[in-house]
């Protein structure tokens, strides 16, 4: 249970470390809270050769609320920075709830939101939270910058990004709710601080008393974070109704594929995604 | 790759500790066999038991999941750094009184998490104090009297 050893860089200027990423390339691995990346090396699952830790990288751990339309999290803001909401509207209470399932406490001290993206576990709350916002995500690399829509971002393989190896993920734009939103958001894990064994991320756009747009992503029932577009669909233009909401729960789990493993089957999955996206979808209404 | 050892100067308890480590040292083992404090437990070593819970600048980090290299500049508390010469801090007080170990492996882990989150809140309430102490392991599940004795010592600390 001891890393293989490693070139420890600690770059101080943005250049320098993607100077490193470019000349290091896949042998390269970018450290951060390193909550995800340092078990993979005790166990010696990575084993990279040169570690790139961005802690002195300046600006990264900033939330910039400048634009009126979204919201930018850089890479290093930790979980924690997120779950004591400083965000105003909807998008800062979707992201304080959020927060709170991710890890235990210790864990969200260190671990930050890019890293969590780039790491992308399926069953991740903020790969979720990203892909049912259309967040765009922010990459650079020695060679320019790049944006890329969260959808694309996750493949769907457990742990599996586009990102290039030379690649740094810069930081996350997300839209800053509108008061006319609602959010929610809803878990399942056997222990409070274990993965999600399925969650459910809910953002509703209501007028009057029908909802004129829904955003639902799920995690934990395929190998990335997916969106829900036949619950969405079943949901968008109807009245905000238990009957309606029943229907969008029935059209997710209808329309997931989900595997079983240790954690569960995949009934047992389908029938979590009905109750979690449910339960998201009463709190985005409530 | 590199074994080449880097120096750097540690501080831990308030004290400079200069030591030689290869990078992929953890902060864990660096405090264990460098700084000769073995007060700062390894469980599991991915994460997950938090026996090796130390306070970084305060804050509660399983120092299995930390490169000693990471670490020049941050302020290191360790359970050593708890008592007063024979006088025990009111969370150790508070785990004498009320049994809160039983075999003492999980303890430092546990000391420091709930050092931490009673001085950053004192008023903390009980079932964010569950949720907090949920983070670490005890494999004796004497989890009631552990609860119990934080609960005595934010009694004891809250000013």
Redesign the interface.
């Known amino acids: ?8 860089r ?1 770059p101080r200027t943005l250049e320098e470390a993607l100077g490193l990423l470019r000349e290091h390339q896949d042998e390269a691995k970018v ?1 951060a809270g ?2 995800s990346l ?2 993979a090396m ?2 010696r699952l990575a084993r990279p ?1 040169v ?1 790139v ?1 961005i ?1 002195r990288v300046p600006g990264l751990d900033r939330i910039d609320l400048d634009d009126p339309g979204s919201v930018t999290v850089g890479a290093r803001v930790r979980h924690l920075d997120l779950e004591h909401n400083t965000i105003p509207g909807p998008l800062g209470v979707l992201l304080a709830r959020t927060g709170r399932w991710v890890g ?4 969200r ?2 671990g930050t939101f890019g890293g969590s993206l780039a790491h992308a576990d399926p069953a991740a709350e903020w790969c979720a939270l990203a892909c049912a916002l259309d967040a765009e995500i922010h990459c650079r690399s020695a060679n320019g910058a790049r944006v890329v829509e969260a959808c694309d971002f996750f493949e769907q393989m457990a742990f599996t990004t586009c990102l290039a190896p030379d690649e740094l993920l810069m930081g996350v734009r997300l839209p800053s709710l509108g008061d006319s939103w609602g959010v929610g958001m809803a878990e399942f894990a056997r ?3 274990d993965f999600a064994i399925v969650l459910a991320i809910a953002a509703v756009e209501r007028d009057g008393d029908s909802v004129a747009r829904a955003r639902i992503a799920l995690g934990g029932v395929a190998g990335g974070p997916v969106r829900a577009a036949h619950a969405e669909a079943a949901l968008s233009g109807r009245a905000a109704t238990p009957e309606s909401v029943a229907a969008a729960a029935a059209a997710a789990a209808e329309e997931v594929d989900p595997t079983g493993d240790i954690h569960g089957s995949a009934d047992y999955r389908r029938d979590l995604v009905r109750t979690m996206v449910t339960r998201a979808l009463n709190q985005a209404l409530a | ?3 080449e050892r ?1 120096e750097l100067t540690l501080t831990v308890n308030g004290e400079p500790r200069a030591v030689a480590v ?3 040292k ?1 902060l864990a ?1 660096t405090l264990r066999e460098d700084c000769g404090l073995t007060g700062t437990h390894l469980g599991c ?3 997950v038991c ?1 026996a090796c ?1 130390v306070l970084v600048d305060d ?4 120092s ?4 000693a ?2 670490c020049s500049g941050v302020e290191i508390r360790t359970v050593e750094g708890l008592a007063d010469g024979d006088r025990l801090h009111p969370i150790q007080q508070a785990f004498w009184e009320h049994h809160g170990l039983q075999c003492g492996f999980c303890t430092p882990g546990f000391l420091m ?1 709930a050092t931490s ?1 009673l001085e950053a809140r004192p008023d903390i309430g009980d079932e964010e104090l569950r ?2 102490l ?2 670490n392991l005890c494999r004796c599940t004497g989890y009631q009297n552990i609860i119990t004795s934080v609960h005595a010592a934010r009694d004891q600390m809250r000013p």
């Open positions: 249970m001891k890393p293989a050893a490693f070139d420890y600690a450290l390193g909550q340092v078990p005790n166990f050769a570690l830790d802690a235990h406490y210790p864990i001290v260190r222990r409070w601080g | 790759m590199n074994a880097v290869e990078p992929r953890t083992d070593e991915h994460g938090g819970t804050e509660p980090v399983r299995c999941l930390m490169f290299v990471q998490l989150v949720e907090v949920a983070s």
